[in-house]
């Protein structure tokens, strides 16, 4: 059974205006749990993402930046050729950012094909592909429980990006709208 941990941020416990990025940057500093960033603009998810690799202790690995509208092909036919007898010759996004971060952004545009894909990749190791070690942050424009809901997104992947969930502020950039951790 999946608990839900919920820490609301409130006024009180965090001054004026909510959470500041920094501050609960300092409190997942040594966590390599997955991130979903949803909210706020791309920019401001992207440098979010660079700001938790870089107080990571995956800090001095790569950071690999993918932006899944852009860049779905080149994600699928990865993760395909993860799959194969292939795998070594072929551009592999988690191999790329071994022992660091992977950030893929506009999750929630990826098709149920590359869903399905990632979900099972992240999900369970392949024979002969050497295991991930590193971070996953996602970053949607979306909330992506809903699209869930409506069928859009799978639930299977959802469940293994949204570890730790923020929630960015439009109105001020520099604070969370909130977050909750799931164990």
């Not at 820490?7 to 009180?12: G, N």
Request: hydrophobic content about 40%; proline content about 5%; some cysteine.
């Amino acid at each position: 059974m999946t608990t839900w941990v919920e820490q609301p941020f409130t006024a009180p416990a965090w001054g004026e205006g909510g959470p500041r990025l920094a501050e609960i940057v300092q409190l997942h500093r040594h966590s390599l749990m997955n991130v979903l960033l949803t909210g706020g603009s791309a920019q401001g998810r992207a440098a979010l993402a660079r700001t938790l690799h870089d107080s990571s202790p995956v800090a001095s690995g790569p950071f690999v930046r993918l932006d899944c509208r852009e860049d779905e092909l080149l994600l699928a036919a990865s993760l395909r050729l993860r799959r194969s007898s292939a795998a070594g010759r072929a551009f592999d996004p988690l191999r790329a950012c071994a022992r660091g971060t992977l950030y893929l952004d506009r999750v929630e545009a990826l098709s149920r094909d590359t869903q399905r894909l990632l979900a099972a990749t992240l999900g369970e190791p392949t024979e002969g592909a050497p295991a991930w070690v590193g971070r996953l942050i996602a970053g949607c424009g979306v909330e992506l429980m809903g699209a869930c809901d409506e069928g859009q997104f799978l639930r299977e992947l959802f469940d293994v990006l949204d570890k730790v969930s923020w929630v960015l502020d439009p109105e001020s950039p520099g604070t969370l709208g909130g977050s909750s951790e799931r164990t």
